[in-house]
């Protein structure tokens, strides 16, 4: 008995299979093709081209005879997009030796929710035959190749081969002995359809088989066979779900749920839009403040209660009780400019440090001449900070401050270094 093998061109048409009311049944054409000639001692390959409603065509051919080549009649499942049902364009070609030796050739189109048969037999009567314009050689000689598509027999699920010339196009009678009169089952494999919407699961094939099974379809193109409002023909709506099965979530909205994107703040800086559950984004929300002297979170401050926030003074000396330290500025970096004395000149940094309210006395002895070589300031509570006394030339400070860092900075008022005692009470 011949067994019938599907090329592998099929679903060339249409990437997708979009049927009206998400019927199970197929918008289909079933292509069966046969020839009388003998293979491969006549003819060795076959090829089948295909254009369809959308003007995209494509060819694909297959070897007869030999090692691993299929049997005759061979069959192509071609399943319809969307859009538009005809014209379909379909010929078929048999060659011998890489030439063309006889073609036949149809116009048809699709039955919406219908499976047709379109059979295509290369005789060896129509070798050599030339046609007129719009037509092709059949077993009724010339015919034109237009065939209204409800004209086109229903596929029957199986075929007989082509036997004695008699071509069977239709499932009918067969023509000769060759198999005995048996019929050529031409299996396909179908698709679970468990949530009923008319698409099927790539992960849920069936055994190859004549005939649909119950509860499965000829596609496998649903991304979520549990849900039967996701399907290649469902609309997308607002909620983080690929409801069409494109790859894609909410398109058409302007966001999907949870989404962010960054945002210009009301006082300029950097925030951030999250996307809402209605698929629109909210209003921009300020960042937290960080130090860099902006006001990030817009509450009219600038890097507040950011106790280390611009603290740049890495050599500052830890103060935490009172105590004289003699040092010198000689080798020290520049870590601030005082605005009473000169720019670019050592400085060296003390920090200290309360837990308490406290009044800190700072007195400076620069070797017995203070009073003309030694500059003083008090940088509040960062380094380098902004300047909040600063005394020229003169031996101490005295403040009331609160708990937490307070810099002090001493450099040589001439521009120069020098060593120096500092003493600190509070």
């Known amino acids: 008995m011949a067994r019938g093998t599907r090329l592998l061109l099929a679903h ?4 997708s299979l979009a049927v009206a009311g998400c019927s199970a049944d197929p918008t289909e054409l079933v292509v069966v093709v046969d020839t009388d000639y003998d293979v491969p001692a006549e003819l060795d390959a076959v090829s089948v081209s295909v254009e369809g409603p959308s003007g995209v065509r494509q060819e694909d051919s297959v070897a007869l005879g030999g090692a691993g080549a299929p049997e005759l009649p061979l069959i ?4 319809a997009g969307g859009g538009a049902l005809e014209p379909v364009s379909i010929t078929a070609t048999g060659r011998f030796g890489g030439e063309d030796v006889v073609a036949r050739a149809i116009r048809t189109g699709f039955v919406r929710g219908e499976s047709r048969l379109v059979g295509l037999l290369l005789l060896a009567g129509c070798a050599g035959v030339e046609c007129g314009a719009g037509e092709s050689c059949s077993e009724d000689g010339c015919v034109s190749v237009d065939v209204p598509a409800a ?6 699920g199986r075929v007989r081969r082509l036997d004695a010339g008699a071509p069977v196009a239709d499932g009918g009678a067969d023509a000769g002995p060759t198999d005995a009169g048996a019929d050529a089952c031409m299996p396909r494999v179908y698709y679970q359809d468990t949530d009923r919407d008319g698409f099927g699961s790539a992960a849920t094939p069936s055994e190859p088989a004549c005939s649909r099974p119950a509860g499965y379809v000829s596609n496998d193109l ?14 997308e709506v607002c909620g983080g779900v690929d409801e069409n099965c494109d790859g894609m979530e909410d398109e058409g909205f302007e966001c999907s749920p949870g989404d962010t994107r960054v945002c210009t703040t009301d006082c300029g800086s950097t925030g951030l839009e999250t996307c809402s559950s209605s698929c629109g984004f909210g209003a921009c929300v300020e960042p937290a403040e960080i130090c860099n002297g902006l006001d990030d979170d817009c509450d009219g401050a600038v890097d507040e209660e950011l106790a280390d926030c611009g603290n740049t003074c890495v050599t500052a000396v830890v103060v935490r009780e009172p105590v004289s330290i003699r040092e010198s500025t000689c080798g020290s970096p520049d870590d601030a400019d005082l605005a009473c004395g000169e720019p670019g000149v050592p400085d060296d940094v003390y920090v200290v440090t309360l837990t308490d309210h406290a009044t800190v006395d700072v007195d400076l002895d620069w070797n017995g ?3 003309v070589s030694g500059n003083l300031s008090y940088r509040g509570s960062s380094c380098p900070g902004t300047e909040v006394a600063c005394a020229p030339r003169e031996e101490s400070i005295s403040r009331a401050l609160p708990p937490g860092d307070h810099y002090f900075v001493v450099e040589d008022a001439t521009g120069g270094c020098d060593d120096y005692v500092i003493t600190f009470t509070f």
Do not use: G
Not at 76 to 79: D, F, R, S, V
């Open 12 to 15: 060339l048409l249409s990437a």
């Open 369 to 371: 001449r203070w009073d």
């Open 76 to 79: 192509l499942y071609l399943e």
């Open 151 to 156: 004209a086109l027999p229903r596929w029957p």
């Open 222 to 235: 649903d991304c979520d066979d549990s849900s039967a409002s996701i399907h290649p023909s469902a609309s």
